[in-house]
């Protein structure tokens, strides 16, 4: 039987390094936020989303992110509708991704969500990526080309490390590459070995 294993963190904790570390250790890797932007423009679920918010969130006939996220991003209400209509099919397509990756032992969901989605039900174990604040805001702004302002905006949308953490079997405290490879290597042979 496969695990599951969760990976999430905050924006800027470097999940994404840790993704790519496991995965060039033969594990596959699913990012849910790529496939997640796959999906959401298919015809299928552009058709789903333009029907729940309109025609304004097009741009030259095709799905405008950015107007979205400014549509939902402080409104609970609608982004509950938005999540609706795109965490059933993401959470089918992972079921599928599963299916066609059953010969490994584990696989990986890296999610920034993880929690927030309710997807961490379906791990067997969770990993949170952990850095501090001011590292995380320095290689966003860096990455993003973002104000301070707005990746705190961001970070404060999500969930806290404290609470990540609470719900998470291991930890990664990403401050230096080497020691992170270190501590993903540990992780990894314990999931590997229970």
């Known amino acids: 039987m496969t695990k599951i294993i969760g990976l999430t963190g905050g924006i800027g904790s470097g999940k994404t390094l840790v993704a790519k570390h496991i995965e060039s250790l033969g594990i596959p890797v699913y990012i849910a936020d790529d496939e997640a932007k796959k999906i959401t423009e298919t015809k299928v679920v552009t058709d789903l989303i333009i029907d729940a918010f309109g025609s304004q969130i097009l741009e030259n006939g ?21 999540n609706s ?8 397509h992972f079921d ?3 299916a066609q990756h059953k010969n490994h032992p584990l696989v990986v969901k890296e999610a920034a969500i993880l929690f927030e989605s309710g997807s961490y039900k379906d791990c067997d174990a969770i990993i949170t990526v952990t850095a501090p604040i001011e590292t995380r805001l320095q290689r966003v702004i860096e990455r993003d080309k973002s104000t301070r302002e707005a990746v705190l905006k961001r970070m404060q949308s999500q969930w806290t490390d404290e609470q990540r953490v609470a719900k998470s079997n291991y930890v990664i405290h990403n401050i230096s590459v080497k020691e992170t490879y270190i501590q993903i290597e540990e992780i990894l042979k314990l999931l590997t070995n229970q």
Not at 62 to 82: C, D, G, S, T, Y
Not at 85 to 92: A, S
Request: hydrophobic share 40%.
């Open 62 to 82: 095709k799905l405008n992110r950015e107007k979205l996220a400014q549509l939902v991003f402080n409104n609970p209400e609608k982004l509950q509708k938005l």
């Open 85 to 92: 209509i795109i965490h059933p099919k993401v959470k089918q």
């Open 96 to 98: 599928d991704w599963v």
